[in-house]
């Protein structure tokens, strides 16, 4: 089966998560189109959705489902997005869209995070996929440099600008023994918004296509 024949799979395998009328987080990626698309079925049974990026945005309301700005949200029961790499404990890598931070931040708000992934995203360990950094763009070289220091390498992604106005540094190299630490340990270099591991706040559900059908984990 392709990868996106998977990534269709999971995406209409997650509908069920969908609770009737609450409002729905949806992620950035192909993955997440593809549940754009799954959710278009059913606009009629949701009050509406948060977009993690202005592209995810677009793409709902081109299917006439409503976005809300994340302010006027109290409640939140799920949240639906793609990832870059997964592990069984549910950690996992995002950002390879470079919409990591509103991702992140529209996760810490949702009740349930379900995450929907093709089999090829799934590693022992986190850090093969160069593990995106969104910077404040005057801190650019000085966060390039404190993460050399912690052994990565840091390569600033050319021809992007986040929805934040920010720049990534994608950092290749690294071997992720324990993602919660590592997390908050490059959070805390300054100038930096936030990083593309998802450990503190993992994901409550990992659907994994693949070519005998949809795991749960
Ligand atoms: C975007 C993301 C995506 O979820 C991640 O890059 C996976 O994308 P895709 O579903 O296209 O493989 O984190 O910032």
Redesign the pocket.
């Known amino acids: 089966m392709s990868p996106d024949k998977k990534?269709k799979a999971v995406a209409e395998a997650c509908l069920e998560y969908v609770s009737q009328g609450g409002i729905v987080g949806v992620?950035?990626?192909?993955?997440?189109n593809f549940f754009i698309d799954a959710l278009a079925r059913i606009k009629g049974r949701i009050e509406g959705t948060v977009a993690s990026s202005e592209a995810t945005a677009k793409r709902l309301e081109s299917h006439g489902i409503h976005v809300l700005d994340l302010n006027a949200v109290d409640a939140m029961p799920v949240y639906v997005?793609?990832?870059?790499e997964a592990t069984r404990q549910r950690y996992l890598i995002?950002?390879?869209?470079?919409?990591?931070t509103r991702?992140k931040i529209v996760a810490a708000v949702a009740d349930k995070f379900v995450c929907i992934i093709d089999d090829s995203k799934m590693v022992d360990r986190l850090g093969a996929y160069p593990l995106p950094v969104e910077v404040i763009p005057l801190a650019r070289s000085y966060v390039a440099r404190r993460i050399r220091s912690l052994g990565g390498n840091p390569e600033w992604r050319k021809d992007f600008v986040t929805d934040n106005g920010n720049i990534i540094l994608d950092v290749k190299h690294l071997d992720i023994i324990n993602p919660p630490e590592f997390e908050s340990e490059l959070n805390q270099i300054t100038g930096v918004v936030t990083n593309g591991l998802f450990s503190r706040r993992p994901a409550d559900v990992l659907l994994v296509g693949s070519d005998g059908g949809v795991d749960r984990l």
């Open positions: 990534k992620g950035t990626g192909s993955t997440a997005d793609g990832a870059d995002k950002g390879g869209g470079g919409a990591l991702e």
